[in-house]
């Protein structure tokens, strides 16, 4: 059996070699669309009553994915600030798989009136504060004020958070870099910093193509060496090693 297959071969080796080239450049044609999927929470079983649990609350309350951006500056009460956190929120809000966004900007004020329980914006979006005298009454304002102190903004007004909650089955990497990228585009004074699990999975998405960019060919180079020390020519180095391209070509297209 064995040497009427290898007859087979060496009679229509051209066609062999052909069809194997078409295969492999068909296959590597789809290699473009490989993908990694860094999201920790997809690796574990739908079916477990932790992650049911889990995805259930992301389905009732708009998405269990926060992105969080943090800006600090001196004192983020000041008109270019306010005015930044605004933009930034309402750029936010507009994205695709953005369920909702809250920041000083647009978070809800409850407090007691005369007529009961008054809720409001804490910041009207219409007339944002633009003179000194208006910031030091939000400042004063929203620093007495226990829901937003040390949670949204730090007690010593030095950071305040915008915090992104995501829809359900969103692509959180795609949604990230978006935010980053609007951030980025702007020309901002304050320090802008990113957490969340979004940012997290496009991290650590990054830290992995980094690391195959520089592991793969270290690998390829040291089984080469080991081939030519093993079989002394050039071509006992070179088919092993196309032999394992080729396969993997062919497994991950």
């Known amino acids: 059996m064995m040497v009427r297959f290898s ?7 051209k066609i062999i070699i052909l069809l194997t080239l078409s295969i492999t450049l068909m296959f590597g044609f789809f290699l473009k669309d490989l993908t990694i999927n860094a999201d920790i929470v997809s690796y574990f079983p739908r079916s477990d009553p932790a992650v049911e649990l889990f995805n259930q609350i992301g389905e009732n309350y708009g998405g269990n994915s926060l992105a969080i951006i943090a800006i600090e500056t001196d004192d983020i009460f000041n008109v270019d600030t306010i005015a930044t956190i605004y933009n930034l929120t309402t750029q936010f ?6 369920s909702y966004v809250t920041s000083l900007s647009n978070v809800l004020d409850i407090k007691k009136g ?4 008054e809720i409001s914006r804490l910041i009207d979006e219409y007339a944002l504060p633009t003179t000194t005298e208006e910031i030091q009454k939000l400042k004063k304002y929203t620093l007495s004020k226990d829901m937003y102190r040390g949670s949204l903004v730090s007690e010593d007004s030095k950071a305040t958070l915008i915090i992104c909650r995501l829809m359900e089955g969103a692509d959180k990497v795609a949604v990230a870099a978006e935010m980053q990228k609007i951030v980025e585009a702007k020309i ?4 802008v910093y990113y957490g969340g699990l979004p940012f997290q999975i496009r991290d650590i998405t990054d830290i992995i193509f980094s690391d195959l960019g520089l592991l793969v060919p270290i690998v390829l180079i040291l089984i080469a060496i080991s081939l030519f020390l093993s079989f002394r020519s050039i071509t006992g180095m070179v088919l092993p090693l196309l032999s394992v391209v080729v396969s993997t070509v062919w497994i991950l297209g």
Do not use: A, Y
């Not at 007859?7 to 080796?13: A, K």
């Not at 809000?93 to 953005?98: E, I, K, P, T």
């Not at 005369?114 to 329980?117: L, R």
């Not at 901002?188 to 320090?191: Q, R």
């Open 7 to 13: 007859e087979f071969v060496v009679r229509f080796n």
């Open 93 to 98: 809000q507009s994205l695709d798989g953005v």
């Open 114 to 117: 005369e007529d009961g329980i």
């Open 188 to 191: 901002l004074k304050e320090k």
